[in-house]
Every structure is written in C-alpha cells, then in structure tokens.
C-alpha cells in the first residue's frame, strides 16, 4: 500500500515524499483513512509504530479548508509531556511545509506572554499538556468552542501522570460535535472508561497486542547487588563490554536516582546526559538535543521523561531499575531496535526483584537469558528472612538490656518523691504553725498552785492573730503586805 492510495492531499502527498517516506505503516493505513471521514478513533500501538503520522498527515489535509479565529484553535492535540508535545510541533513543521498553518505550543517552562501572542494571532493547530491548557482557559486567554478535531495521545500515560481528571473537564469544554482521536498503548479499565464516555462510534485500530516487544531487540538480564553503590559499578561493567555501542538510554524509577546515577557516571568520565520531570524546559530540549545529535553518548531517564519520544538510532537500553510496572518494560526497551533496525537491552537485576521479573516474563510471554550466573531467587530469600529475624533478635536483645538497667529508677523516684513529699509536709506544718499559733483556750495553763480568775476568762484574740509574748504570760501574784 501507498501514501497516495490512502486519500491525502497533493501537498501532504509531497512532504512525505521529501521525507522519504514510501509506503505507511500499519496504524497509519489503519487510521488515516477514517480521519479523513471524520470518523472517531480508538488507536490500540505502540510508541515507534508511526502513530504521531497516522493524526497529523489527515489533520493537515483537513485544515486545508478554513481559517483560524484569535484565542479559537480548530484543532487541539493533548501530550502528557512537554517533550512529546514538542515532538508533535516538529511532525506539523515536518509535514506541513507546503501549508501556511498556524501552530502553537503551549507547555510549561515558557512565559505566558509569548504564548498569548501567538494564541491572539489564531491558531489552527494547538498542542499542549493539559495543566497549561488549563491555566491559559482560566486566565481567560483561550476559548475552546471552536475546536473541530480532538486527540488525546499517549492516554495511559496520563491516566500514570493523574492527568484524567484534566482530561474529563476539557472534553467537556468542547464542543460535542467535534472528532475525536484517542490513542493509547494499552487499555486499563479507567482509558476504556474514558473512551465509553468521549467517543462516538469509535474506528478501533489494534495494531499489536500490548505484550510484543520487537524480535530484533535482543534482551539480557544481569545479576547484580542490592546496594547502591555496587549497582552502579555492575551497570559500568555492563557498559565497557556492551558490543556496538553508538549511544543507550539508561532507565530509573525515581527522578532523583536519575540524577545520582548521572552524576557517578559524569565522575566515571562518561559522557553523559539526565532527563527526569523537575528540569526547566530549556534544559530539557537541550539534553534531547544533544542526544539526536550524538554530542551525548548515554541518556539516563525515568519512564515519564522519555515516554513516547521520537529517537531513531539508540543502539542500547539499559534498566538500571527493573521496571516496577511490566508494560513499562516494554516500553522501556521499545526506544531501541526502530525502524527494523537491531538494538540490545539489558536488565539489572537483584535478589528482590523476582515478582518484577515474574510479570515481564509472564507479560512478553518468554524467558530472557542471563548474562553471566542467574540469581537464586529462594537462597536469597532465605538469606533475607535469616537477616530480618537476626535484626530482630538483635533489637529484642537491646531493648530487655535498656528496661533492666532501668528497672530501679522508677522506685527510687518513687522513694526520693515520698521524702520529699515528707519533707514538704513538715515544712508546711512547721510554716502553719508559724502563721497559725496555737489558741489561748487550748493553751495548758501555768501551774500557780491557785486558781485564779484568768482561768475563766475568754480569749481576747481569735486565732490566727499574732499575740504579743508578754501578753501570754500569767500576771505574777501580788506580794502580800
């Protein structure tokens, strides 16, 4: 099958031709023709497939037809990142040289203020992450109703990003007229979800089943340490003995493990680049950059950074984390050996990786060899549990020492507060006799050897009063004359 069997315009006929492109692939003769009926589209491919061709040739001979409006694009494609959103421009750059469209990006890591003057001069063909979308809509700076043709690309992606809520509130934004074109490489149930609610009759387009990775990828598993540091140096062995190595893209799961792996390897003399969420978009482009054009050698990257992105030539892949997710083996491994050309990848592999193994496996449907001796997954299990329960022991251990050296402490506070609660008491009753002396009427009274009239007098002072010493004691009895 040709270009020109499928229905497209002679102006988009002639860009394909000068890129030297002959005949399509599978997703793109599958679903061009039905965008050019303006049908709906459930796209089911793999990254490296054709799939970003097989919307934007039938979107350019399509927009041939009309005009766009200030701040209302008629047309609006969603990317979950700013490098695939990027890549996209390029396609319509590409393909749309015979056409005077206009294109506009929208995507973080850029000022507001470019990005209004190109919405306020009309924009036929918007691309864009749906968080920026989002700010320019509420800013009041874009109007979606006259959107014609939707894509949303690389849906389960964003269904990993959390983007699905973004996703529903901008479809429903649109108008429910417009086509729509839903690509993804795999099918959970929230994207099937998804395209039950937003497409209308949708062409479905499968063009390989999630769980095939390319026959010309060679695949190897490497035993490796747990440790960090050791991890690092069995991915260094691996790299000084890889065979035909022109350039590799080394995955992690965690963005800062991206960046402590570029760093070793940057001290280790390699040359080297980073890719992860939390760098600028100047310097993101710069690092992709540099990688097409060979200036750097090894690219280390998380799964969400080089998802989805158009790298021809990469010899190598090296998992320098076993993916935690199985799909994203395949995904991993799918940005080498493109466009029928041979690639390698490799996996480090630790003893506690086995479930993770286990789903890839089970997923791709055969076993990868190893390179060099395999791991025993049930030794290093024991080992591990032989290791918790002498921690444990350990801990217990420390913890009976700590209560019996402290086992006499509690008494002896106890002990030490009775005292002193003893010695507060007397001290009050001492303070209280002070301030509150004994009454007059309760005093014993002095022996005279007669009864006097004192006897039955009553206080002249109420207790708690200060009485004068001299006014206690006894008139002395008058010396007889």
């Not at 990993?160 to 809520?165: A, N, V, Y």
């Not at 060979?294 to 030539?313: C, F, H, T, Y």
């Not at 402290?406 to 002896?412: H, R």
Request: proline share 5%.
């Amino acid at each position: 099958m040709a270009f020109d069997t499928l229905g497209l315009s002679e102006k988009v006929l002639a860009a394909v031709d000068a890129a030297g492109y002959k005949e399509p692939t599978a997703i793109q003769a599958g679903a061009i023709p039905q965008v050019l009926e303006r049908r709906d589209i459930l796209g089911i491919a793999q990254t490296g497939t054709g799939k970003t061709a097989s919307f934007t040739l039938p979107m350019l001979t399509l927009l041939e037809k009309g005009r766009a409006r200030a701040r209302m694009p008629r047309t609006l494609i969603l990317e979950p990142t700013r490098e695939l959103a990027a890549q996209v421009e390029e396609n319509f750059e590409k393909y749309g040289t015979n056409h005077k469209l206009n294109v506009a990006l929208l995507i973080g890591g850029v000022s507001f203020a470019d990005q209004d003057r190109k919405l306020d001069r009309g924009t036929d063909v918007l691309i864009a992450t749906p968080g920026r979308l989002l700010d320019h809509f509420e800013r009041g700076k874009l109007l979606l109703q006259g959107v014609e043709i939707l894509v949303i690309d690389e849906a389960d992606r964003m269904l990993d990003m959390g983007f699905i809520p973004d996703i529903e509130r901008i479809c429903k934004l649109i108008p429910f007229t417009r086509q729509t074109l839903f690509f993804s490489a795999t099918m959970p149930p929230e994207i099937q979800r998804l395209t039950d609610t937003f497409l209308q009759n949708p062409a479905r387009i499968e063009v390989a089943p999630t769980s095939s990775t390319a026959e010309n990828v060679t695949q190897k598993l490497k035993a490796s340490p747990s440790k960090d540091y050791e991890k690092r140096a069995s991915l260094r062995e691996l790299l000084e003995g890889a065979e035909d190595l022109k350039n590799a893209i080394v995955f992690c799961n965690r963005k800062r493990d991206v960046s402590t792996l570029f760093r070793s390897l940057e001290r280790h003399d390699y040359n080297v680049g980073a890719l992860h969420g939390d760098m600028d978009q100047r310097t993101r482009m710069m690092m992709l950059d540099n990688f097409r054009k060979g200036n750097i050698k090894l690219l280390v990257a998380s799964d969400v950074a080089a998802r989805g992105l158009d790298i021809p030539e990469v010899s190598h892949v090296f998992n320098y984390d076993i993916p935690i997710n199985a799909e994203d083996y395949v995904h991993r491994i799918g940005r080498t050996g493109r466009a029928g050309r041979s690639g390698t990848a490799y996996t480090l592999v630790t003893g506690e990786d086995q479930k993770y193994l286990d789903a890839i496996e089970s997923l791709i449907k055969q076993s990868i060899d190893w390179v060099g001796e395999s791991i025993d997954f049930e030794a290093a299990a024991k080992e591990r549990k032989a290791r918790r329960k002498s921690g444990k022991a350990a801990k217990n251990a420390s913890s009976s020492n700590d209560n019996e050296a402290g086992q006499e402490k509690p008494v002896s506070r106890r002990k030490s507060s009775s005292k002193s609660r003893g010695a507060k008491q007397e001290s009050n009753e001492e303070h209280s006799e002070i301030l509150n002396p004994t009454p007059i009427s309760s005093l014993p009274p002095r022996s005279s050897g007669k009864k006097s009239k004192s006897d039955k007098m009553e206080p002249a002072f109420s207790p708690g009063v200060h009485i004068p010493a001299f006014l206690l004691r006894e008139p002395r009895p008058k010396k007889a004359s």
